[in-house]
């Protein structure tokens, strides 16, 4: 199974929207509403932030928003803050409880 | 509050076969399905195993015959037997509550780091 396609880093200036974007398959992305970002800042475990692609977990920001079209998936982040500063990866259900995740996106706000 | 705590990881010379455990805490242990997931210095995240409420077991080409996953529930606690290492399977190794009706993780351990080295 390769691994989900996502830019290797995107950058904005707080206050601004940025997009990340990762690209998969019909065998992925394309079959199921199963994807699921993640947050990672250096040196700790990956926080979850968005599942079955546009729902977000009890704590995180309205900020944060997801979505999917196609063989495609997006995370939005509005109003850049400093703290959002950090590497991004999506993740997508393959079937027969199997997944695979992108190859991460780092996020620079300038 | 849920807790996953890593254990088991250090340098392993290759064709080695450390186990890894993860101890959880907070939560139904019994109730979730558990997944490892590891992480190369500098690299992405990679699906490694995962194991469900009755102990059916899943994993990806890479580790398939090679690794082995497993739980006690008595114990609150999930394993993962690695079996004849090589190089590329040095990393961090995390464990993370997975939920099977979305299929994502929402807890996370802190990771142990496995190093095969000679």
């Known amino acids: 199974q390769s691994a989900l396609t996502q830019p290797a880093s995107v950058s904005g200036s707080p206050g601004q929207s940025i997009t990340i974007s990762c690209t998969g398959t019909s065998g992925d992305v394309g079959s199921y509403n199963f994807v699921s970002w993640y947050q990672q800042h250096p040196g700790t475990a990956p926080k979850l932030m968005i599942y079955?692609?546009?729902k977000r977990p009890s704590g995180i920001s309205n900020r944060f928003s997801g979505s999917k079209s196609g063989n495609t998936a997006s995370l939005t982040i509005s109003g850049l803050q400093a703290e959002d500063e950090a590497d991004y990866y999506c993740?997508?259900?393959?079937?027969?409880?199997?997944?695979?995740f992108g190859g991460g996106t780092k996020l620079t706000v300038l | 509050e849920v807790q996953l705590v890593e254990s088991g990881g250090g340098l392993v010379q290759p064709g080695g076969s450390p186990r890894l455990s993860c101890a959880a805490s907070g939560f139904t242990f019994s109730s979730y399905d558990m997944h490892w997931v590891r992480q190369a210095t500098g690299k992405g995240l990679e699906w490694v195993s995962a194991?469900?409420?009755?102990?059916?077991?899943y994993y990806p080409g890479s580790v398939k015959g090679r690794f082995t996953i497993s739980r006690e529930n008595a114990k609150n606690s999930l394993y993962l037997q690695m079996n004849s290492l090589r190089a590329g399977d040095t990393a961090v190794y995390y464990c993370?509550?997975?939920?099977?009706?979305?299929?994502?993780?929402?807890?996370w351990g802190q990771g142990t780091l496995v190093t095969v080295s000679s």
């Open positions: 194991i469900g409420t009755a102990g059916d077991t």
């Open positions: 993740c997508s259900y393959t079937g027969r409880n199997t997944g695979v």
């Open positions: 079955e692609a546009n």
């Open positions: 993370a509550r997975g939920r099977g009706s979305g299929w994502y993780f929402d807890y």
